[in-house]
């Protein structure tokens, strides 16, 4: 039966689909497959990182499997995470048994079985970092399947799952560590300044969450208010060469060395464009963070795109440097 998946997406694209299926358990899932196995297959978890086509002619499939285990270590807490549990309350309830390690990854949006998709990452915190294990169903041949932290090539908002093994697996689980004994990191952007602006007198893992989420309040368009999809855009890596050659051009470019040379704030470069709050009627980028492209009420992915596409196209003609669309992108079927 058609189903309309407007409200399952945080974009609010309209997206009529042929049919969703919502799965609770392992055995529903494992006993499910040939069907899993179709190419017009959709998988969609809490929907905040997708741009939906207006219509998806195939299944969408929800893995929304609940549950938390937890195994106490000498040195850790291993938790066993059902891909369907929402990340945000995965975190505050971990920072109320008293654990820490998830503290600077409060209020992403989005299921557990997502995160090991794109490595979600922020405030100098990513899941690589807590990271143990992934529990999946083959697509193929339905048989469970599990990746050890280092199989899941967990980069940047990257991961085996974006790469060689896409679309072949359903994330039922997954397994994070969080050593007893975590340090605080707390030297990233605004962060220690929120702290010092909080005049908490100990920092520790709850203020740190707490310091986040002010944060995050502040920049972020609540996609219940304004649809988006958080940042549309990856951060451009760049040559050191390159953003010698660009500092030199454009004074006060913000770029943090990385792997592989230095990481742009893409929000900076389009800014710098004269595009923050700026759109097509449809589509814009956010005022308080050019990054997220928010739906101003009527937007489809075709508006979506279409508004991205111009994004590009300025950041690329005045910096010569190319913008990659961090969400998955649906075209239809
Ligand atoms: P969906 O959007 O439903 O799916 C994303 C992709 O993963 C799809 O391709 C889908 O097929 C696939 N997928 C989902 N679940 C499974 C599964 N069980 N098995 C196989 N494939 C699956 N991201 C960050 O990294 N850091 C941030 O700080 C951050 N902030 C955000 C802020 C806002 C306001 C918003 C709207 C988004 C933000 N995001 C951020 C992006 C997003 O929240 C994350 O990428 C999140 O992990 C997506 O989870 P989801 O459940 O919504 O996935
Ligand atoms: P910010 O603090 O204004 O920083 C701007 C950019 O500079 C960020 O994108 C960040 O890269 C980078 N940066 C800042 N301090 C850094 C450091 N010490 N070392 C290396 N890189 C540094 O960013 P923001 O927009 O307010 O977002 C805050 C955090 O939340 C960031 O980590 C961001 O990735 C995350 N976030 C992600 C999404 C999403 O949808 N993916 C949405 C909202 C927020 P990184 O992005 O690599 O961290």
Redo the contacts with the bound molecule.
């Keep these: 039966m058609a189903v309309d998946l407007r409200a399952r997406n945080t974009l609010g694209l309209p997206c009529q689909a042929h049919e969703l299926q919502v799965i609770t358990s392992l055995a529903q899932l494992q006993a499910g497959f040939p069907r899993w196995d179709e190419a017009s297959l959709l998988v969609l978890a809490g929907g905040?990182?997708v741009v939906l086509p207006e219509v998806w002619p195939g299944r969408v499939l929800q893995p929304a499997l609940r549950g938390r285990q937890v195994r106490e270590e000498k040195e850790a807490v291993l938790i066993q995470v059902g891909a369907g549990e929402p990340w945000p309350e995965l975190v505050r309830w971990t920072l109320a048994q008293g654990w820490s390690g998830l503290e600077n990854l409060s209020d992403?949006p989005g299921w557990a079985g997502a995160a090991p998709l794109?490595n979600?990452?922020?405030?100098?915190v990513e899941l690589a970092d807590v990271l143990q294990e992934v529990q999946s169903v083959d697509r193929r041949d339905g048989r469970l399947r599990r990746w050890q932290r280092a199989d899941c090539a967990l980069s940047?908002?990257d991961s085996i799952f974006k790469g060689a093994a896409r679309d072949t697996q359903v994330i039922a689980g997954i397994t994070l560590r969080l050593p007893r004994r975590a340090q605080l990191h707390l030297?990233?952007?605004?962060?220690r300044a929120e702290l010092d602006r909080m005049a908490v007198s100990t920092v520790d893992a709850q203020s740190v969450a707490t310091a986040?989420s002010r944060?995050?309040a502040r920049?972020?368009p609540d996609p219940a208010l304004l649809g988006n999809?958080?940042?549309?855009f990856?951060?451009p890596i760049v040559s050191q060469a390159q953003a010698d050659a660009l500092a030199r051009q454009e004074p006060g470019l913000?770029a943090?060395?990385?792997a592989g040379g230095q990481?742009l704030?893409?929000?900076?470069l389009i800014d710098r464009c004269g595009l923050r709050g700026q759109g097509n009627g449809k589509v814009a980028c956010h005022r308080d963070?050019a990054?997220?492209l928010v739906n101003l009420g009527a937007a489809t992915a075709g508006d979506v795109l279409a508004w991205a596409g111009h994004v590009q196209d300025c950041v690329r003609q005045r910096f010569a440097v190319e913008l990659e669309i961090?969400?998955r992108v649906y075209a239809s079927c």
């Design positions: 905040s990182n992403i794109q979600i990452g922020a405030y100098g940047y908002r030297d990233y952007g605004d962060l986040v944060l995050r920049k972020l999809a958080g940042s549309f990856k951060n913000v943090h060395a990385c990481k704030a893409a929000a900076w963070q990054l997220v961090e969400p």
